[in-house]
């Protein structure tokens, strides 16, 4: 019950975030979702075996974090939380390709273990992008900037349909937990007709819902569309942003800072 | 089943992207064009009802592990396909954007194999046909086991090819596929299981919500044709997507066809970069040749010795040697170092 609750704490934790009030928080919400698009699509772009190319990218989550005032520990614990996917396929690399490609002193590394760092930190970079995209900019936001890129608006409606009411619904479902564990003396197994029924329903309670929900909007005159107070608009800032942030990316795709850096280094100390 | 970022490579998840979006924006205009608005919050109330429901378990019989809904199927069954797709795809954005499950780049591969294989292969063609106009429970039961079963077989397969495609992980084809389908076998059952579980309990307390819901939906009238068409069109997309790839940097196509013929020889795209500029380097440093000369030299003669184009030997391997690594890890730790630099310098200035 616990673990429920955190979660759905989680949820509502992150989006607060967005509430906060700095030069990223208050960019057009487009500008943000094309940078990070850019971003990501730059870091997967690099070849399996490489690592020391993908850490200058750090620099994207970073700054946003220390710029937009985001709690770094925060959002460091929910992308270790996702993190056993990408381990455990990356982590059979090693095994299957045992190709020693780098000797370091006495110590030689295989190609696989190179590869297996690498998804790691694409992993970090990818993901951590992903939740400061959100923890700075809001789901709603984030889906209207979608709207004005073109996503269909069904499409759109539905996400902002679906973020609405997955509160509503998370809460219904642990009371049916919650309820279910009294009653049963808090036995842990559920049995698949017990599944059934409980599932069923939650699931008619949740029809009934939509068409309350319906005729409530219909009253209120819902014509498919969801109208924004602020307008969004793109500005100077949401330029400079774009332009800067891609310009930094595609200049760390084809110069590699990190092995310049390490070689002027190893120059001077040798 | 949740692909991840970090295992995909732009173009499978960019052809992806292009192929959820097409069946995005399809789905969007049938639920406009089709539907009574009365689906629009019902779809979105079904998306969040889909969270929720994978919040309550069920014990699976004699294994002391428990299964929940996945969603697909009973989506499709209560509000038909394409209202199922959209929801679907909902979930998994918010799931993508606020668990980060899965990742945006592979938001497209995961829309796919979860949403299309289950609401647009398994229910009309299996649970359709199974279940029919005139479910009884045996029917329900039979039709959601297969289809449930059917629909995570083919997310698997697809799981398992966009892997490869990709490149990044190591796993040999058949090792990947042997792991992937007994575990999707049993996830499927227990889908299936779930689904008829929450089905069955509706078409008894309810009846008329199956009923309508198959009627107010276009569904019946799906034809093989138009998934087949459908399915030609994708591959015509990935297919040209690919050959793109394959004839701007020819080394990605080779180097997958290699790789299930089982071959261990590979080359990296970026190669030609690091060569090109360690051409460069080595034209402008003043110590050219410095690194860790030796073990760079045995690193290539293992690999003439094992590779049987020797003519490549030498050109093929200089993006990984014992120098460039060591100053990579060198440069590596002190641009980290310099980001969290600049990372802290800028907190500092905003207060």
Known sequence: ?????????????????????????????????????????????????????????????????????????????RVLLVAPFAFFIGILNPFFDQTIMVHLGSVSLSGGWISFFSIMLRFLLTVGSAL????????????????????????VVQLLFLYRYLFV?????????????????????????????????????????????????????????????????????????????VLLFFSMRFYHISEHLGLMIMRNIV | MHMADA?????????????????????????????????????????????????????????????????????????????????????????????????????????????????????????????GDNPTQGKIIAGSLISGIAGLQLGALSVVLQTLFSGISELPFTTFILMMLPIHLAIGIVEGLATAAVVVFVFKARPEILRSASEATPIGNISVKTVIIGFLGLAVITGGALSWFASSRPDGLEWSMAKTSGSEELKEPSNHIHEALSGVQKKTAFLPDYGFKEPALENTKEKIGEETPAVEGQESWPAVNAGTSVSGIVGGTLTLALAVMIGFVLKRKKY
């Open chain 1, 132 to 155: 400061v995209l959100i923890a700075l900019t809001g789901f709603h936001a984030v889906c209207m900037g979608l709207e004005k890129l073109g996503v269909p608006r069904p499409f």
């Open chain 2, 7 to 131: 295992l995909i490579s732009p173009v499978t998840g960019g052809a992806m992207w292009a192929a959820t979006a097409g069946l995005i924006s399809y789905c969007s205009k049938k639920v406009k064009d089709d539907l009574d608005d009365t689906k629009i919050p019902l779809m979105g109330v079904m998306g969040a009802f889909i969270f929720a429901a994978q919040m309550i378990n069920f014990t699976i019989p004699a294994t002391g592990s428990s299964g929940h809904l996945g969603g697909g199927l009973i989506l499709s069954i209560i509000l038909g396909p394409y209202a199922a797709f959209l929801t679907i795809a909902s979930v998994l954005t918010v799931q993508a954007l606020f668990f980060a499950d899965g990742g945006i780049l592979a938001l497209g591969c995961n829309i796919f194999n979860l949403g299309f294989f289950p609401c647009f292969i398994a229910f009309p063609l299996i649970y359709k046909k199974i279940a």
């Open chain 1, 169 to 245: 619904l998370i809460d219904e479902a642990s009371r049916m937990i919650r309820a279910k564990s009294l009653r049963t003396f808090h036995s842990r197994g559920t049995k698949i007709r017990t599944f059934g029924s409980m599932l069923g329903h939650l699931l008619l309670r949740t029809l009934d819902r939509a068409q309350r929900i319906h005729l409530a909007m219909c009253c209120r005159g819902f014509d498919g569309h969801v109208r924004l107070i602020c307008p969004l608009k793109i500005g100077w800032k949401e330029t400079i942003f774009v332009l800067g942030w």
């Open chain 1, 1 to 77: 019950m616990a673990k429920l609750d955190s979660q759905l704490f989680h949820i509502d934790a992150l989006d607060e975030l967005a509430s906060g009030n700095s030069v990223f928080h208050n960019l057009d919400p487009r500008a943000k979702l094309v940078t990070t698009l850019v971003f990501i699509g730059t870091v997967v772009s690099f070849g399996k075996y490489e690592v020391s190319a993908l850490i200058p990218f750090a620099i994207y989550p970073l700054v946003l974090i220390s710029v937009g005032g985001l709690p770094f520990f925060y959002l460091a614990e």
